[in-house]
């Protein structure tokens, strides 16, 4: 199975600023962990090294476990007027809860 993911030209820009701006945020990282209101829920975070089952996408960091999860969706950048965030657009969902970070498959 190919793993995609797709990032915005705003998410590559986004990710560019935060991992050029300090030598301890090297890589941004997504992952799916347990919990929620819908079951899943995204986390977005940083880390200065990459871990042995991580997958590589330009600057971010996601591990085969989380890939498998969300293989096939778009990573964005929103500025809403609420505030500034990393929003995925996972085809695998069936269902999401209010704020987008939660989901079911």
Do not use: H, W
């Not at 701006?21 to 919990?35: A, D, L, Q």
């Amino acid at each position: 199975m190919t793993k995609k993911i797709v990032f915005t030209d705003k998410a590559k820009d986004q990710i560019q600023k935060i991992t050029s701006e300090s030598k301890s945020k090297k890589y941004f990282r997504i992952s799916v962990k347990g919990g929620g209101c819908s079951g899943f829920k995204y986390s977005f975070s940083f880390d200065d090294s990459k871990k042995d089952d991580d997958v590589e996408f330009e600057n971010a960091l996601i591990d085969k476990t989380s890939l498998d999860i969300i293989n096939g969706s778009t990573i964005d950048f929103k500025v809403e007027m609420i505030g500034e965030s990393f929003v995925i657009n996972n085809p695998k969902a069936t269902a999401s809860c209010g704020c987008g970070l939660s989901f079911s498959v």
